[in-house]
């Protein structure tokens, strides 16, 4: 099998198996991406909604609305990385957004002396609906220590920077997208991007953001 660009097919070759039917594969992907995911789950929940709803649970519920999926994704110049954390980000996103609307609505019933909504959605549960192999794939790589390290190498990172690498390398907006909420040029965007990515390659070697860094595209 040929490699696919960048010079990393890692992520690529163990999505095909994974589509094949590979647990082990499918595990290596797990694995490899939900450190990433946790932060970035995170990092857009923020405080408030972060005390009604856990990280965690926002990627655990990622990963069950995209495994099923994984046949439907295309790759994007030979590789899977790219539209699977895009698929799974933008997963996360809504689910954020949902909660903020869920959030907004409860307070106004609570203001006007009601009580408050349903439970929350994300409590658990939705593991039950993937095979118990599977199911138990996503549990042990939320737990994975890995994902400290993930954490760490990201905070400390510049505020716009790390701003810029959720943006550009995990959502995949465009430079012109990411410039317009981070406030710099689409250039400045673009440097600063491959200048985080080198740190963070530095601090964590052979990790996913080896991969992050082929995406270099001018829009």
Not at 57 to 86: C, F, H, I, M, N
Not at 146 to 162: F, G, P, T, Y
Not at 194 to 219: C, I, M
Request: proline content about 4%; some cysteine.
């Amino acid at each position: 099998m040929s490699e696919a660009p960048n010079n990393d097919p890692e992520t690529t070759l163990h999505v095909r198996r994974a589509i094949a039917g590979d647990l082990v594969a499918l595990e290596w992907v797990v694995t490899r991406l939900t450190p990433l995911l946790r932060s970035y789950a995170d990092y857009r929940l923020g405080a408030v909604l972060r005390k009604r709803c856990s990280p965690e649970d926002l990627v655990q519920d990622a990963w069950v609305a995209a495994l099923p999926k994984l046949a439907t994704l295309s790759e994007r110049d030979g590789r899977y990385t790219p539209t699977l954390l895009r698929y799974l980000s933008n997963t996360i996103l809504f689910r954020v957004q949902k909660l903020v609307r869920k959030f907004a609505k409860e307070s106004v019933a609570v203001a006007g002396g009601e009580l408050g909504g349903d439970d929350d959605e994300f409590a658990g549960g939705v593991l039950d609906t993937l095979p118990a192999d599977r199911s138990g794939v996503i549990t042990g790589a939320i737990r994975s220590e890995r994902r400290s390290q993930v954490h760490a190498a990201l905070a400390s990172l510049e505020s716009v920077d790390r701003d810029v690498v959720f943006l550009r390398g995990i959502e995949q907006s465009s430079l012109r997208a990411t410039a317009a909420v981070v406030g710099l040029t689409p250039e400045a965007v673009a440097q600063r991007y491959r200048r985080a990515l080198q740190k963070l390659r530095a601090r964590l070697p052979g990790s996913v953001f080896d991969e992050l860094a082929g995406h270099e595209s001018a829009t």
